[in-house]
């Protein structure tokens, strides 16, 4: 593609001469906020600098220099429901709950039948993030095992979770990620890693019997969209069982496969789940999931610690107005009618994209999960994070990022992730798909030249 240097230049300079609001604003931000902005991670946009939005509602969203976006990111899923959801803006604008007071709030039974009857599981714990649910479940898991190794798939992403944050490659096995910073030891020394969709390996890794728990997104979603093989996570399961193992799914970007999450959906019976992000509807707050079993081994290991901080939970988990977002968005939002809706749209959206490689001869594939999908510069879906990583093509996808940010659509800043929420119409999905056209011709032509 020798064209696409010029093309992407193209792209960065329209960008700039029509964002200048955002600019002023990254660059008075600048002297108070690292990277210009409240969480660096917000820098990791296509933009030559950052996007300041102003408002947005549903999936659509709104920046300071009066550009309007068709939001195909939706927060990283934070919005999966889309933005400010009724449901949850009635709480925030209505609820009289105390914002925190160290006590559980009236709604708590209530909100346990809820979780329960939506995700199977019996036992529940609030938390403020997925990353602390899942660092909160890892402890357990050890506590209640007596064994020190927690077990992730190459590829995963759990949050910020240090035991997870490690590499791994078939020639020098489990490494510290070179990428992390402040690290003072390894925790590859009590973190096993294999390749997703390898039972093989999970089969050699689980049988020394030091592993506490598999954590595992039913997905990978971060590496790059990568499905479970038909009979991975049925073997998996069995497998887990089989070596006493913890089973843990991290259901916070897979709640897009259908009602109920991945394990739902495919009748999955893990020990324990971790949700965030859109669990609330987007409002600060996460949660964990487990057994009848799991709870009763929690406990016991609790009472036989000696008495203090257990190195479990924060102030401000479970208070009270998280509590009631996430009531009202079991309620509301973890309902059959919004996931028809997300389905129905991504359904669309996802047709008219394959389409659209067929026709121009592009040799890509779409990947799908329920209301999320990818498109990936590889003729077959990947099979784990090894092939996904090799599809990846950096300046491509900065191109496309660009240049569909540029005539109003967002896509997810890593990789060339879609997410639908349940208020997209057919005009909107045709305006999407015109520009995705334009964009692959685009791209033929610098294939071409």
Known sequence: MH????????EIALFSATHGQSMALSQASAPHFLYSAPMHWMSDWATPHLIHAR?????????????????????????????RPLAIDRVLRQSD?????????????????????RFGLSHWQVTLSASDANRFLIRWARAITQRPVVLVFDGCYHGAVDDTLVDWSAQTGVQP???LLGEVYSHAIHTRVVPFNDLDALEVALAS???????????????????PQADFWI????????????LILDETHTLSTGLGGYAQQHQ?????????????GGWPCGVYGFSADMAAAMMDAKAHAPAGHSGIGTTLSGNALSLHALEAALNHLHQAEPY???LATANQLAQGLSDLLAQHRLPWTLTQLGARMELQFSADPPKNAGEARAAQNDKLEHFLHLFMLNRGVLLTPFHNMMLCAPSWTTNELQQVLNLWDHALKQVKSMSAS
């Open 177 to 179: 990620r070179a990428s």
């Open 340 to 342: 028809g809706a997300m």
């Open 3 to 10: 064209n696409i240097d010029a093309a992407l230049a193209q």
């Open 268 to 280: 999955l019976k893990p020990d324990a789940v971790v949700m965030g992000k859109a669990v609330a």
């Open 235 to 246: 073997k998996a399961q069995q497998c887990c069982q089989q070596h006493e193992t913890l």
């Open 55 to 83: 408002s947005a509602q549903d999936h659509r969203l709104w920046d300071v220099d009066g550009h309007a976006y068709l939001d195909l990111c939706l927060g990283d899923t934070g919005a999966m429901f889309g933005h």
């Open 97 to 117: 709950a105390p914002l925190t007071c160290m006590l559980p709030s009236d709604n708590l039974a209530t909100v346990g039948d809820a979780l329960q009857a």
């Open 209 to 227: 019997h030091d592993v506490a728990c598999v954590l595992a997104e039913p997905a990978l979603t971060n590496c790059g969209l990568v499905l």
